[in-house]
């Protein structure tokens, strides 16, 4: 597009790019609210079942499959003691 001689490339990314991106998350979640749906009707919706489920993945794969990360502890600060 052309304004006043000079060039710019607003077309390209007002709407197409992120339209593109957009709908790439959006079949991302639809494909990972599929699967989590049919998890947990495997499971019959029951967290028991699921967690031996996860249980049993993590053994036929040698390692930990869900890994929480440890918390970090931040020291408090000293305040002095009022006079």
Excluded: T
């Amino acid at each position: 597009m052309r304004l006043g001689g000079l060039c710019s490339a607003r077309h390209l990314h007002a709407h197409g790019i992120n339209a593109i991106i957009l709908c790439m998350k959006n079949d991302l979640l639809k494909e990972v609210w599929r699967v989590r749906d049919q998890i947990g009707a495997e499971c019959g919706y029951d967290l028991k079942r699921l967690a031996a489920l996860v249980r049993g993945e993590e053994i036929k794969a040698g390692k930990r499959l869900v890994v929480f990360p440890k918390p970090v502890l931040r020291k408090r600060p000293v305040v002095a003691a009022p006079h």
